[in-house]
């Protein structure tokens, strides 16, 4: 698949439409930009990446990345993640950022915000337990926080511990001292996003963009 030969009309790219939503022209700009990261390769891998100079200054950089190699984000079976991807599962994870359509109906909509907000969720919860735990919380905020260069290590933990205790609490409600907070299940996650509108903010603009500028 990497390679995608097949001319655009072709069952190839019929085929990954229809899995991802894409239209031909998107699917042709997203293979170029595959083809420039992978040196013409039909796969890539984690080391590809690195030649985004955007993402390499992100400070959840190794998230983002890792999102690619998921098995859940490129809707195989089984948890853990991959070594390489090919240009279909590449699309997979890229169609998490597709634009809303605007002729979608009530249910499609809440389907593509429930599939953007499981997306996020996954990228926190990186044991794939089902929950997004204090340390797994922590370490995010402590990632995105020490970037700054303005805090230390310590204050930054701090400030992620309570930020963790104010999401329990309004995920859980009251807590008795003694009780002990397992973790943000996608429940939770969903109702803590519930007025955001994520279905419209993560999303790729195709129209004027420069295939370069793509997984900024």
């Known amino acids: 698949m990497g390679a995608l030969q097949s001319a655009p009309g072709h069952q190839e790219y019929i085929d990954l439409a229809e899995k991802t939503g894409f239209s031909f022209e998107q699917i042709g700009v997203l293979h170029k930009r595959f083809k420039q990261l992978s040196h013409n390769q039909e796969t890539l891998r984690?080391?590809?990446?690195?030649?985004?100079?955007?993402?390499?200054?992100?400070?959840?950089?190794?998230?983002?990345?890792?999102?690619?190699?998921?098995?859940?984000?490129?809707?195989?079976?089984?948890?853990?993640?991959?070594?390489?991807?090919?240009?279909?599962?590449?699309?997979?994870?890229?169609?998490?950022?597709?634009?809303?359509?605007?002729?979608?109906?009530?249910?499609?909509?809440?389907?593509?915000?429930?599939?953007?907000?499981?997306?996020?969720?996954?990228?926190?919860?990186?044991?794939?337990?089902g929950t997004i735990t204090l340390e797994e919380y922590r370490h995010v905020v402590e990632e995105l926080l020490s970037r700054s260069g303005t805090l230390e290590k310590e204050t930054a933990k701090s400030i992620a511990d309570a930020a963790m205790l104010e999401v329990a609490s309004i995920s859980m409600g009251h807590m008795e001292p003694d009780e002990f907070y397992e973790g943000i299940t996608f429940e939770h996650f969903d109702k803590l996003l519930i007025e955001f509108e994520i279905e419209s903010k993560m999303n790729i603009r195709f129209l004027n963009m420069d295939t370069t500028t793509l997984c900024k």
Do not use: W, Y
């Open 46 to 129: 984690r080391e590809h990446f690195n030649e985004i100079p955007d993402l390499a200054c992100n400070p959840i950089r190794a998230q983002i990345v890792e999102a690619f190699f998921d098995r859940r984000n490129i809707r195989q079976n089984g948890g853990g993640t991959v070594e390489e991807i090919g240009f279909e599962e590449f699309l997979v994870v890229m169609s998490h950022f597709r634009p809303p359509s605007l002729h979608m109906t009530n249910e499609q909509r809440e389907n593509v915000r429930r599939e953007k907000l499981r997306f996020l969720f996954n990228m926190h919860d990186t044991d794939n337990d």
